[in-house]
Nanobody
């Protein structure tokens, strides 16, 4: 079992930056592939980024590639999403998710993740 808690969301102007954090409760955090997803009102949840257990593999949605960076600190049981050059279309609730894995891999589908946080709102004004 792992519990996840996101933080760091807020209101930012277009072109600005934010860093989201997701703190995990598990002492075996390094056993989990982590992902960030987002969902705006009236839209489907979409994949944003994923990072493997020890950070060797990362993968991004095309819409955020070059602007967002996912990272993790296994000693702090935390995964981060550094967001730069934010656009109004990045506005959404951002969720972190965890999937238990036995090896380094990336996961891009939401249904591959077993554990989800409550989300943090990111609003980008134009």
């Amino acid at each position: 079992q792992i519990q996840l808690a996101e933080s760091g969301g807020g209101l930012v102007q277009a072109g600005g930056s934010l860093r989201l954090s997701c703190a995990a409760s598990s002492h075996t955090f390094s056993s989990y592939t982590m992902g960030w997803f987002r969902q705006d009102a009236g839209k489907e949840r979409e994949f944003v980024a994923t990072i493997s257990r020890f950070g060797l593999i990362t993968y991004y949605a095309d819409s955020v590639k070059g602007r967002f960076t996912i990272s993790r600190d296994n000693a702090k049981n935390t995964v981060y999403l550094q967001m730069a050059s934010l656009k109004p279309e990045d506005t959404a609730v951002y969720y972190c998710a965890a999937a238990y894995d036995n090896y380094e891999r990336a996961r891009r589908r939401g249904d591959e993740y077993n554990y989800w946080g409550q989300g943090t709102q990111v609003t980008v004004s134009s």
